[in-house]
């Protein structure tokens, strides 16, 4: 219990000199912390990254294995496993509209795991703004006390007014920074699968073995007669 007041007071102590600033950076912290760990279980959740089943199943549809296919992609917990089962259910036919609607359907999963970016953006573009903005607010509270002093100014007076004010730019770089580098990485990710979708789309829909539309694999004689 002592730590918790202890930690609550020296928050409390640090809002106080930083003002409201302190505080909206503060706000802007927590909730840029609870965006990251849900967009962590998110990721997590919906299978980013671990698309080994779906790669296979892809592999082996392009080497006109259909039916290994469709049995390997039921064991992936891919989020795009939907996307690629509905395009092997139209067995590499290259439809216009099919593949719009393919492409349509993967872009919403996406937008939904991209759902929170604009937000860590946002938080890594303002919070350093904020920060100066304190600053600037707190060197004029320190200067406007430099002059009530007169001639008799006392330097660690205004020593103590100009790091209370830098305070705030520290915080708000503390916050935006990590922000940043977080925004980065998630986005990497994204393209990673966005990459990973659109060549898994144009195997499928383009094969170069089309066994599901009467051609043999390569290499295997055509029967005479056929």
Same mark, same amino acid.
């Given at each position: 219990?002592?730590?918790?007041?202890?930690?609550?007071?020296?928050?409390?102590?640090?809002?106080?000199?930083?003002?409201?600033?302190?505080?909206?950076?503060?706000?802007?912290?927590?909730?840029?912390?609870?965006?990251?760990?849900?967009?962590?279980?998110?990721?997590?959740?919906? !299978?980013?990254?671990?698309? /080994? %089943?779906?790669?296979? #199943?892809? &592999?082996?549809?392009?080497? $006109?294995? +259909?039916?290994? @296919?469709?049995?390997?992609?039921? !064991?992936?917990?891919?989020? /795009? %496993?939907?996307?690629? #089962?509905? &395009?092997?259910?139209?067995? $590499?036919? +290259?439809?216009? @509209?099919?593949?719009?609607?393919?492409?349509?359907?993967?872009?919403?999963?996406?937008?939904?795991?991209?759902?929170?970016?604009?937000?860590?953006?946002?938080?890594?573009?303002?919070?350093?703004?904020?920060?100066?903005?304190?600053?600037?607010?707190?060197?004029?509270?320190?200067?406007?006390?430099?002059?009530?002093?007169?001639?008799?100014?006392?330097?660690?007076?205004?020593?103590?007014?100009?790091?209370?004010?830098?305070?705030?730019?520290?915080?708000?770089?503390?916050?935006?920074?990590?922000?940043?580098?977080?925004?980065?990485?998630?986005?990497?990710?994204?393209?990673?699968?966005?990459?990973?979708?659109?060549?898994?789309?144009?195997?499928?829909?383009?094969?170069?073995?089309?066994?599901?539309?009467?051609?043999?694999?390569?290499?295997?004689?055509?029967?005479?007669?056929?």
């Amino acid at each position: 219990m002592n730590g918790t007041e202890t930690m609550l007071d020296r928050l409390h102590g640090l809002i106080e000199m930083g003002g409201p600033v302190i505080a909206i950076i503060g706000v802007m912290s927590v909730a840029t912390l609870a965006v990251v760990l849900y967009k962590i279980w998110q990721f997590r959740a919906s !299978g980013v990254g671990r698309h /080994l %089943a779906l790669r296979a #199943a892809v &592999a082996e549809w392009d080497q $006109g294995q +259909s039916k290994a @296919a469709r049995r390997t992609l039921e !064991g992936s917990r891919s989020y /795009l %496993a939907p996307v690629i #089962a509905r &395009a092997f259910a139209t067995d $590499g036919a +290259s439809d216009s @509209a099919a593949v719009r609607r393919l492409e349509a359907e993967a872009d919403a999963r996406f937008s939904r795991l991209e759902r929170g970016f604009r937000f860590l953006d946002t938080v890594a573009q303002v919070a350093p703004l904020l920060g100066l903005f304190g600053t600037v607010l707190g060197m004029i509270e320190a200067f406007q006390a430099l002059q009530s002093a007169g001639s008799q100014v006392d330097p660690s007076l205004l020593a103590g007014g100009i790091w209370v004010a830098l305070l705030t730019t520290a915080a708000g770089l503390a916050v935006a920074m990590p922000a940043s580098v977080v925004l980065s990485w998630f986005e990497s990710r994204m393209a990673e699968e966005r990459a990973l979708a659109d060549h898994a789309l144009s195997v499928v829909l383009g094969p170069d073995n089309r066994v599901v539309r009467g051609s043999p694999p390569l290499g295997q004689a055509v029967p005479q007669g056929a």
